[in-house]
């Protein structure tokens, strides 16, 4: 009996751990989500809209997607300024965020550490370049321009790539870590982006992890995907959006909630093949207690230390 009081007592204890962490777990805004969202905003934390889609967007609209804040907190996704590129992001793009931040008041805005455009020229989707010192400055300078046009920098976010960037000369790790401290940046960790590298280019994603500086990370998000084949025969994991969260990702964020000294947000992002809403709260669900196992974790280390 002593035994069973002892181990429901750590259990609790652990548990207000996790709670005091504050961590949320919401998300991703779509027109095709809205009803289930709304429906459910006690089981949703906040919701992650994608700014580039109110770009063009009139006063009236803007109204309106600031009294959706008013129901759920706001958090705003970039998904075309192309931080990461030694081209300066185009200063309309950064001007059209300025807007639509002023507009909304989000909690935090964030972008990829992509390129999207070169020479004039729209490459249609987020490209991993090369991981190199030159890189790393022309971020760092971009974040830089970001921060003085819309009066906040992004959290920057990892991509997933199908092919090892050429001419790099780090491995992905010490390339986010290389732009988040040269732009004095905070990070959100894309769990997915870091299973599919890590499985198409046999890294050790706990290693990736912890070669993150865990204090600069303030939000994650979740998604799946599905492998692909290329013409050699060789498949590949594609980060498509499109597929449930896989159970490698919520170890993944057990992982990170072990590690982190700090609240996370987390967001589910799913762009199409919607599946019934109560499927997309389940998988809130998984993250929170993914979470409650991770910050018990890190309260039983903390403890075994003292």
Not at 126 to 133: D, M, Q, V, W
Not at 170 to 195: K, M
Not at 206 to 227: E, K, N
Not at 239 to 268: C, I, K, N, Y
């Amino acid at each position: 009996m002593a035994a069973g009081v002892a181990v429901g007592a750590a259990a609790g204890a652990a548990e207000a751990g996790a709670t005091e962490m504050r961590d949320r777990v919401g998300i991703g805004w779509r027109p095709e989500l809205a009803a289930g969202i709304l429906a459910n905003v006690d089981r949703i934390d906040l919701v992650e809209v994608i700014a580039d889609d109110w770009f063009a967007a009139g006063r009236r609209q803007l109204r309106a997607l600031r009294t959706l804040g008013a129901q759920l907190p706001v958090v705003l996704h970039g998904v075309g300024l192309g931080l990461a590129s030694s081209e300066p992001v185009d200063a309309r793009r950064l001007a059209a965020m300025a807007r639509v931040v002023e507009a909304v008041r989000p909690e935090f805005w964030s972008e990829h550490l992509a390129f999207v455009r070169a020479g004039g020229h729209e490459i249609g989707h987020l490209a991993a370049p090369p991981r190199t010192s030159a890189t790393i400055e022309g971020a760092a300078a971009n974040v830089d321009r970001a921060r003085r046009i819309v009066g906040s920098a992004p959290l920057l976010e990892n991509i997933a790539t199908l092919i090892d960037p050429p001419g790099s000369d780090r491995d992905e790790a010490a390339f986010v870590v290389g732009i988040a401290e040269a732009a004095d940046a905070e990070l959100l960790l894309d769990l997915h982006n870091l299973h599919a590298n890590a499985t198409n280019f046999a890294f050790d994603p706990l290693a990736f992890l912890d070669a993150l500086p865990t204090h600069r990370i303030r939000a994650v998000h979740l998604a799946g995907g599905r492998w692909v084949s290329a013409s050699s025969g060789e498949r590949r994991l594609l980060d498509d959006h499109l597929q449930e969260v896989p159970e490698t990702v919520f170890t993944l964020l057990e992982e990170l909630g072990a590690r982190s000294p700090r609240p996370l947000t987390v967001v589910v992002e799913r762009d199409g093949n919607y599946p019934a809403i109560a499927t997309l709260l389940e998988e809130l669900d998984r993250a929170r207690r993914a979470l409650v196992r991770g910050r018990a974790r890190r309260v039983a280390g903390r403890a075994r230390v003292a």
